[in-house]
DNA sequence: CAGCAGTTTAGAATTGATCTAGACTGATTC
DNA sequence: GAATCAGTCTAGATCAATTCTAAACTGCTG
């Protein structure tokens, strides 16, 4: 047992030299967690525990850095749907969400499949940076 | 100077009779400044800073309580846009909203400049409890 | 392999929000 | 109007998420 890891760094090594950042020890473990899974949506906390149980000892401020150098990198995007706590999304195309409210969980809306069919324009002075469309689901 | 009060309490007191809520000294001062005023969009912070102005001495816990209470009784509106900070918005009818990201202000966009032309259905055994439409905007 | 900018980290600090238990008060009853 | 009491208010403690700090460490480059 225990030969090579399951996953190989080596496509995540190249995202992060392309993305300008040193692969360090740490965010190589965690970007392979984060981008070798489909697409996921995580919280701070959630990475930190899989991190360590993944048995790789990273300190949560090193979670939160690099999740922000991850997004300002544009490797990931944050998600801001509860007062209190931030999602990071993998899934850095144009899509939009559903929010699960009662677990806390998000779920992506392909982006083709919310059309806003009139938008108006910013007040002057102002550009739009992105429009976030959150669905708030609850059990029916 | 200093005869009856600018604006008239008999308007708010009779919401919040309505709404089944005692109309306590400090309810009656929060919601003249919330509902007199025109749309608003405060935090809890803000609300306190200018009850204090209004030498209205109201505690932060009294703020946080009342906010939701009015919230609860629909009288308010609750907005996410930020992490770690909770807008409530006087103004409870269908809309959405500009975020002005560096200002932390946000503006309301009536509810029918924003038309989503397809929205997908929501995951079996849920159902769809509100719809936010969030357009983030920056100086340019 | 020396040097160093960039990175990581433990622990303290900050922030927004909530909780607690006791004091207070608006409404109701006599 | 005084007594009563559920509902409300508050100071202060507490909490959870996040950020900060300063010192140790480590991936590069020369
Ligand atoms: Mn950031
Ligand atoms: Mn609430
Ligand atoms: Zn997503
Ligand atoms: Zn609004």
């Known amino acids: 047992m225990s030969g090579m890891p399951q996953r190989p760094y080596a496509p995540v090594l190249e995202r992060l030299k392309e993305a300008g950042l040193r692969p360090t020890r740490q965010?190589?473990?965690?970007?392979?967690?984060?981008?070798?899974?489909g697409d996921r949506h995580v919280t701070a906390e959630q990475l930190h525990d899989e991190a360590l149980k993944a048995e790789i000892p990273v300190s949560l401020a090193?979670?939160?850095?690099?999740?922000h150098q991850f997004t300002h990198a544009g490797l990931l995007r944050e998600?801001?749907?509860?007062?209190?706590?931030?999602?990071?999304?993998?899934?850095?195309?144009?899509?939009?969400?559903?929010?699960h409210e009662?677990?806390?969980?998000?779920?992506?809306?392909?982006?083709?499949?919310?059309?806003?069919?009139?938008?108006?324009?910013?007040?002057?002075?102002?550009?739009?940076?992105?429009?976030?469309?959150i669905v708030r689901i609850r059990p029916s």
Chains 1, 2 share one sequence.
């Open 62 to 67: 090193t979670i939160y850095n690099t999740l």
């Open 27 to 37: 965010r190589l473990a965690l970007a392979r967690i984060l981008f070798t899974n």
């Open 102 to 133: 009662q677990v806390g969980q998000l779920e992506d809306i392909p982006g083709d499949q919310v059309r806003l069919a009139e938008l108006p324009a910013p007040p002057s002075g102002t550009a739009i940076r992105r429009v976030d469309v």
């Open 79 to 99: 998600v801001v749907v509860e007062p209190g706590r931030s999602y990071f999304d993998t899934n850095t195309s144009d899509h939009h969400h559903f929010f």
